[in-house]
């Protein structure tokens, strides 16, 4: 079952990269208290995520921060070395997106986002999705409903249903 407004996500350990390597976020503590967007795309550098998901929310950071927004965070089913290497080839480390790595699809698989298309490598990746969180509780969520697209996912959309 895929998560939906008024769930509480569940608690995870994710992946950034930090100065020293990889470092662990624990994502329950990085919501308490604030009002974060969550984006998840199926995979760093694919076409799709890297010249429309990503860039859309770098385009509308200032717009959600106006909106009380403290964080965006994109998750991704990749190894935190890929998503250090694509958070400065988009730009999101210099715009302040936090990148973040869910290498054994644990949290994607947690809130039910999961999907597998093995005929181009892809083995429980994320169903692309964006959602405003408050407190670890969903109060906006987004789900694409065609794959190579970024529409209703994108910082546009988004920003526009708060």
Not at 19 to 37: I, N, S, T, W
Not at 75 to 102: H, R, Y
Not at 120 to 149: K, L, P
Request: net charge negative; with cysteine; hydrophobic share 45%.
């Amino acid at each position: 079952m895929s998560i939906s407004v008024g769930d509480t996500l569940p608690g995870a350990t994710l992946i950034r990269m930090g100065a020293d390597g990889p470092e662990q976020v624990d994502l329950g503590e990085k919501m308490k208290g604030r009002r974060v967007v969550i984006f998840a795309v199926p995979g760093a550098f694919t076409p799709t995520c890297h010249s429309a998901h990503v860039p859309s929310f770098i385009r509308t950071k200032d717009g959600f921060a106006e909106k009380g927004v403290d964080e965006i965070i994109c998750i991704s089913v990749n190894d935190p070395f890929v998503m250090g290497t694509w958070a400065k080839a988009t730009g999101a480390e210099e715009a302040g997106i936090t990148m973040l790595a869910d290498p054994e699809s644990a949290f994607t698989q947690a809130v039910g986002m999961a999907f597998s298309a093995p005929p181009v490598g892809f083995i429980n990746r994320s169903i692309r999705y964006a959602m405003v969180v408050e407190d670890g509780v969903v109060q906006v969520f987004h789900e694409e409903e065609s794959r190579g697209v970024c529409e209703a996912t994108g910082g546009e959309a988004l920003l526009a249903a708060i």
